[in-house]
């Protein structure tokens, strides 16, 4: 229970100093800016469609942007491009009834946070294993506990910039669009950007376990940086249609223990289509951090 106990103190310190860093500051600019500056050019390219759709319905002079949103999104043509993103015609028929700026925000959340995560969070723990201010925490409570309360704090942190980008993106919608559905989109954009963080914590974990790996703050970086990558190319060639005719049988038994493998999962609209990917991703993070944890506990800290 002091374990528990010690956990969950670790992590309401660590975030508490995260949120007072300079380094908040900068992912939180770098984060939501990025959304709203990517969604006022998606909204652009929105009212650009509309107006096509305006022009064919005859009301291009009364048209105001984001009042035909559902009229373009039942195109056929909208649902060929989500087809072919997706491979999947019937998800794609899902996904348009979906808010399109909860649409967009779930795709940059899930394909640009890996990178954000693991550049910002490699060196949560060798900071403070180089500076030797771990000393003073590991005096008072196990090396276990004190991991899992940053792995903890370094996940409340991600929490706070995936709910604050997809607050910033229904700004943009609210301000921007005159048909804008303010309910839909803001239940839309919670429950894509939950999956995003679940998503995120498999890349959070390795994260954390390449900083358990060395005290040398830039060496955990590239460490980081170089799992990234790994993990990237060897989940895009465990499903790789080639690669697989090669190792039928041992490319698709690999496949769960890549984040990116599951990422088209986390759009199925039926959570128990969802479950399985949800809980693996929850499930790699931990692997991850716990192949770094043991490298960190046979030596001294």
């Given at each position: 229970m002091n374990a528990f106990r010690d956990a969950a103190l670790v992590a309401a310190f660590d975030l508490a100093e995260s949120v007072r860093s300079r380094k908040f500051l900068a992912l939180l600019v770098l984060h939501v800016l990025g959304a709203v500056v990517g969604t006022l050019l998606f909204v652009e390219v929105l009212g650009e469609f509309e107006a096509v759709v305006a022009d064919q319905l005859g009301v291009a002079e009364t048209y105001k942007p984001g009042t035909l949103t559902d009229e373009l999104m039942a195109t056929p043509e909208v649902l060929e491009v989500l087809s072919g993103m997706l491979n999947d015609e019937a998800l794609a028929s899902e996904l348009i009834t979906v808010p399109p700026l909860a649409l967009f925000y779930g795709w940059i959340a899930l394909f640009f946070l890996p990178a954000l995560i693991v550049f910002t969070s490699s060196d949560a723990?060798?900071?403070?294993?180089?500076s030797g201010s771990a000393r003073y925490a590991l005096f008072r409570t196990t090396r276990l506990a004190w991991a899992v309360g940053k792995l903890g704090g370094q996940a409340g942190l991600l929490a706070i910039l995936t709910a604050l980008g997809a607050v910033g993106v229904w700004i943009v919608g609210a301000?921007?669009?005159?048909?804008?559905?303010?309910?839909?989109?803001?239940?839309?954009?919670?429950?894509?950007?939950?999956?995003a963080f679940v998503y995120g914590f498999a890349f959070l974990g390795l994260a954390?376990?390449?900083?358990?790996?060395?005290?040398?703050?830039?060496?955990?970086?590239?460490?980081?940086l170089v799992a990234l990558i790994a993990i990237g190319i060897l989940g895009g060639i465990t499903m790789w249609n080639e690669a697989i005719e090669y190792a039928p049988v041992a490319l698709p038994a690999i496949q769960p223990l890549f984040?990116?493998?599951?990422?088209?999962?986390?759009?199925q609209p039926e959570f128990a289509a969802r479950l399985p990917s949800l809980a693996m991703l929850l499930a790699l993070g931990g692997l991850y951090f716990g192949v770094g944890h043991a490298v960190m506990v046979r030596r001294d800290a």
């Open positions: 723990i060798s900071s403070e294993l180089s301000v921007s669009l005159a048909g804008f559905d303010h309910a839909g989109t803001a239940w839309w954009l919670a429950r894509l950007g939950a999956r954390l376990g390449v900083s358990q790996m060395t005290r040398s703050v830039n060496g955990s970086r590239a460490l980081g984040p990116a493998t599951h990422r088209l999962t986390l759009w």
